[in-house]
Each structure stands twice: as structure tokens, then as C-alpha cells.
């Protein structure tokens, strides 16, 4: 009888994993679902913007080489205010994400310059002190963490944070990762303590969820 009776509990626990697993991969493959509608919604935006250049009489605009010049990922670039970094990644909307000292921004690759770094044009330009290097042009809509100290990161946010009021943007993205969620906590005290933040919140599922906080700024 104990025998029969470890027999039928041993088999309702193999059905209550198996319900688990099958919810676990209905959740998921709606994830996945989700996700490629909005790759695809990006890849439809990319190319009606990419039209919409073409009609200007300038040639196909390719958001990936910035017309005429052709950038990969490990090259190094100015931006249009004259920062230098390195070219780390291509996203699929077309912009690129340029990695200058500890602060990542995402910029359109039309306003980036290539780098010799044999040539004294490499050397950023110096500014006058108390000047901003931020504007509308310039300025990041999005600061990764991932992979930076405590204070490496909250010197970088506090830069974009700075960088993103100077220049107007109406919102910041800043990408912390989930983890141990201890980057997460320092970037939700250093928001909740700036008072140009008008409010913060996780990002959608799609574009991060709990990775990624969006902050609105104050106008």
C-alpha cells in the first residue's frame, strides 16, 4: 500500500512539473512572439525613414554607414560635437552605439566622423571649461551600466542626465540589467534624488522590462 501510495503522489508531481513547464514555454513563446512584431515594427519605421532621406535628392541614406562613410563595430569616431569613442555596436533601427570613456549613447551614424587614430586629428578638441558638450544632436536618449563600478555608474548617469536636460530630450533610458539588481537600486536612488526627473519606470517586456529603466525629464 505505501508502495502504490509513492507511485500515484510521485505520479501528480511529474503532472504539476509538466503543467509548469508547458505554461513556462506558452510565456515564453509569446515573449518570442512579441519581440519579432517589434523588430519588425522597427524595420518598417528604418525603412520609410530611409525613404523618406532618399527624397531629399541625397542619396540613399543607410543608417548604418552614414552615407558615404562606412563605420564597424571596434572603429573609432567624433561625434558632431566632437567627442571620441569606439564604435561598439550596430543596432537594427540603424543607430550605433559609440562608447566614449565610461558613457554609451546611441547616435545616428550620419553625425559621426571615423578616427585615424595614428592621425593628431584623434585627439578630441579641447573645450573652454563650464561649456556643456550636449545638444540635441548629441546628447544620448540612452546610458548603459552594465559592466561598471558603483561609482563609474553613477557618474556616467548623472553625466547623461545632464547631457539629456542641456539638450531638451524628453526622456532617458538607462540600461542596468537585472542581476543582482544592485546597479538597478543605484540608478532608481540616483533618479528618485534629481529633481529635473519628473518620474521613472520599468521599460515594456519588449524593450527590456526590468533591464531597463525610462526616466521622463521635466520640460
Known sequence: ARARGLERDAREQARAYLLEARRKVEE???RARAAVDEATAREARRLVEQAIEETKGGGPADGRTGGPKTFKVGDRVRTGEGATGVLREIR???EVVVEAGSVRMVINPAKLEP???SSPSARPPVRPSGLSSASPAAAATEISLLGLRRDEAEAALLKA???A???DLPYLRV???KGTGALRQLAHAVLSADTRVRRFG???PVQGGHG???AELKG
Do not use: K, M, N, R
Request: proline share 4%; charged share 20%.
Open 175 to 177: 540600461v542596468h540589467g
Open 212 to 214: 531597463v529603466t525610462i
Open 92 to 94: 537594427d533601427d540603424g
Open 115 to 117: 578616427l585615424d587614430s
Open 161 to 163: 542626465l545632464d547631457d
Open 202 to 204: 520599468f521599460a515594456p
Open 28 to 30: 515564453a513563446l509569446g
Open 165 to 167: 536636460v542641456v539638450a
